[in-house]
């Protein structure tokens, strides 16, 4: 069931969020001081082509320099990567078939506007890695 609804989520919706991603991921690495932004921003492209299946976790190593990364994220490119997850999450509510890539991509949303401290790990392990 994984499968099926990660083809349908590439072919709707996966595709263009992880081009926005990339292209985040590619601006951000132009300026040298926000590589790390640009990092997870090629990291959550991953998630963003491929969901199903893995889930987003706290990483206990995250201290205060996650959140100052996150503020600056947010000003930087989180806000306009989350509108595009409300946009698509939206028209893909509008048909019953949708409705769960929908959520999907309202879920994704707080990993957009907060990408630092966070680790992405496969749904069955959801605490292996802490």
């Given at each position: 069931m994984r499968?099926?609804?990660?083809?349908?989520?590439?072919?709707?919706?996966?595709f263009?969020?992880?081009?926005?991603?990339?292209?985040?991921?590619?601006?951000?690495c132009?300026?040298?001081?926000t590589?790390?932004?640009?990092?997870?921003?090629?990291r959550?492209a991953?998630?963003?082509?491929?969901?199903f299946?893995r889930?987003?976790?706290?990483?206990?190593?995250?201290?205060?320099?996650?959140v100052l990364?996150n503020?600056?994220?947010v000003?930087?490119a989180?806000?306009?990567?989350?509108?595009?997850?409300l946009?698509s999450g939206?028209?893909?509510?509008l048909?019953i078939?949708?409705?769960?890539?929908?959520l999907?991509n309202?879920?994704l949303?707080?990993?957009?506007l907060?990408?630092l401290?966070?680790?992405?790990v496969?749904s069955d392990?959801?605490f292996?890695?802490r």
């Amino acid at each position: 069931m994984r499968t099926i609804l990660n083809l349908i989520w590439l072919v709707l919706a996966g595709f263009w969020l992880a081009v926005g991603y990339v292209v985040a991921g590619l601006i951000c690495c132009i300026l040298i001081v926000t590589i790390p932004f640009g990092i997870a921003s090629f990291r959550i492209a991953g998630y963003a082509l491929w969901p199903f299946g893995r889930t987003v976790v706290d990483k206990r190593s995250a201290g205060a320099g996650s959140v100052l990364g996150n503020i600056i994220w947010v000003i930087v490119a989180g806000w306009w990567l989350a509108l595009g997850h409300l946009a698509s999450g939206i028209a893909l509510c509008l048909t019953i078939i949708g409705i769960p890539l929908g959520l999907a991509n309202f879920k994704l949303i707080p990993i957009s506007l907060l990408p630092l401290g966070k680790e992405i790990v496969p749904s069955d392990q959801p605490f292996a890695s802490r």
